[in-house]
């Protein structure tokens, strides 16, 4: 059995004792940090005294002392140690990206993490070390072939609609991986018919503070696929979100978080991080449903961010649903912007608004629209190229392009991306499905 394969399932075998060490250590290399020292916990290591001592934080709750480090405080503000280097969010989920602390413990547990996951991947697959890093040294290799270039192009006109053209130009592909959750999930469809029979495979769940979880199944289907917490990488909290049925259903959050080993199989919880980089008892953001454990350690499957949840009247839509919600009219209704790349008639168009109506899955969405609490969805097709406006205003922001990840939902204070929106609107149609 591979190292990697055998440190994790080590480390997964008691993940309580794991959590426990991880929160004693961070505590312990960090006592004299002045964050710690001013909420009174004194040197304590124990849980209990970290949970009554530290409150739960968001990123706007650290930014302050955040920003001390990136004006260059070298004093131990919130680790006794220097940060060494900061991560940039996306910043499409909060207009803007945000700084988030990193040191070398952190990206060791990021290095030790995507060990493990391509220990899991070779042993899966039967790749050997160097198929797997190849692609490091590609761009090195890589020419202009003109030769090469008509055969690429005449395999892909032997091709229907190019279903199947990764394994035509890469015969030798066992697979082919990624992150496909979360917001990367409504381009499957099409990642799937460019693979053709190539196995898709979901990588490592993480984000700009740090990777949590990764894929040790890597073969299962990805509607299967589940992430594998590793223990050591934080100490993790879960505040569980609960579904209560009140004249329609209304999402509540318990402000009590439970402990990795507290949690209940199908349940949704919002997760809480502390790691080593000073970030202590902050929420990510990110709802995961548990799917399971994986000896001791949890399998999570991310569902959505925290904060994307729109509605107009007694309904709960999620990010996966919708663009926008516009609340000026009354009643308030829902508003989706598409950019099409081809054209399309009058008569599809409305015919594709009331399908989209017709979709939503929350039962008070429906019985709201019936009873007229919630007005007709509006589909607005915008012109080409409205959508490399919204990636060039992020981009001016000074998000990377390979974190941005397309808005699936506008908030109220998202003005300039609205408004970049609706200057382009071409076409509008308002659903007739319920009428």
């Known amino acids: 059995m591979d190292k990697f394969i055998q440190e994790f399932e080590a480390l997964s075998t008691d993940a309580e004792k794991v959590q426990m060490n991880t929160l004693k250590r961070i505590l312990e290399d960090n006592a004299s940090a002045q964050y710690l020292q001013n909420l009174g916990l004194n040197g304590k290591t124990d849980p209990e005294s970290f949970k009554a001592c530290v409150p739960l934080v968001t990123h706007k709750d650290s930014e302050p002392y955040i920003n001390r480090i990136i004006d260059g405080d070298a004093s131990p503000i919130l680790t006794t140690k220097p940060i060494t280097a900061m991560s940039l969010s996306s910043g499409t989920t909060q207009r803007k990206p945000k700084y988030i602390p990193w040191n070398d413990e952190v990206f060791e547990t990021t290095v030790q993490i995507h060990q493990a996951f391509f220990a899991?991947?070779?042993?899966?697959?039967?790749?050997?070390?160097?198929?797997?890093?190849?692609?490091?040294?590609?761009?090195?290799?890589?020419?202009?072939?003109?030769?090469?270039?008509?055969?690429?192009?005449?395999?892909?006109?032997?091709?229907?609609?190019?279903?199947?053209?990764?394994?035509?130009?890469?015969?030798?592909?066992?697979?082919?991986?990624?992150?496909?959750?979360g917001s990367m999930e409504p381009y499957l469809g099409k990642l799937r018919h460019y693979a053709g029979e190539l196995p898709l495979v979901t990588s490592i769940y993480g984000a700009s503070e740090g990777f949590i979880a990764a894929n040790i199944n890597p073969k299962l289907p990805l509607e299967l696929a589940t992430y594998v917490l590793f223990p050591q990488n934080g100490y993790f909290e879960f505040i569980p979100l609960t579904q209560v049925k009140n004249e329609g259903t209304e999402l509540c959050v318990d402000p009590h978080p439970v402990g990795l080993?507290?949690?209940?199989?199908?349940?949704?919880?919002?997760?809480?991080?502390?790691?080593?980089?000073?970030?202590?008892?902050?929420?990510?953001?990110?709802?995961?449903?548990?799917?399971?454990?994986?000896?001791?350690?949890?399998?999570?499957?991310?569902?959505?961010?925290?904060?994307v949840l729109l509605s107009v009247n007694i309904d709960k839509t999620t990010e996966k649903n919708l663009l926008h919600v516009d609340l000026s009219n009354e009643p308030g209704n829902y508003v989706i912007f598409w950019e099409i790349s081809g054209e399309a008639s009058e008569e599809l168009l409305s015919k594709c608004c009331n399908c989209l109506d017709k979709s939503f899955t929350d039962p008070s969405y429906s019985f709201s629209r019936k009873a007229n609490t919630i007005g007709a969805l509006e589909l607005r097709v915008v012109g080409k190229g409205t959508f490399q406006k919204i990636l060039d205003h992020y981009l001016g922001l000074g998000t990377s392009i390979s974190q941005y990840k397309t808005a699936r939902y506008l908030g109220l204070t998202q003005n300039i991306v609205l408004q970049i929106l609706n200057e382009n609107v071409v076409k509008k149609h308002l659903s007739t499905a319920f009428n």
């Open 261 to 307: 080993t507290e949690v209940k199989v199908g349940e949704e919880y919002e997760i809480v991080l502390t790691n080593s980089a000073g970030l202590y008892r902050y929420r990510l953001g990110d709802v995961v449903n548990i799917m399971g454990f994986s000896n001791s350690t949890l399998k999570l499957k991310f569902i959505r961010r925290s904060s």
């Open 120 to 181: 899991y991947l070779k042993q899966e697959f039967l790749v050997v070390e160097s198929q797997i890093h190849r692609f490091e040294s590609m761009s090195k290799l890589l020419k202009p072939n003109p030769e090469l270039a008509d055969i690429i192009h005449k395999k892909c006109l032997g091709l229907n609609n190019w279903y199947g053209l990764l394994p035509e130009l890469f015969p030798n592909a066992k697979y082919i991986y990624g992150i496909m959750t």
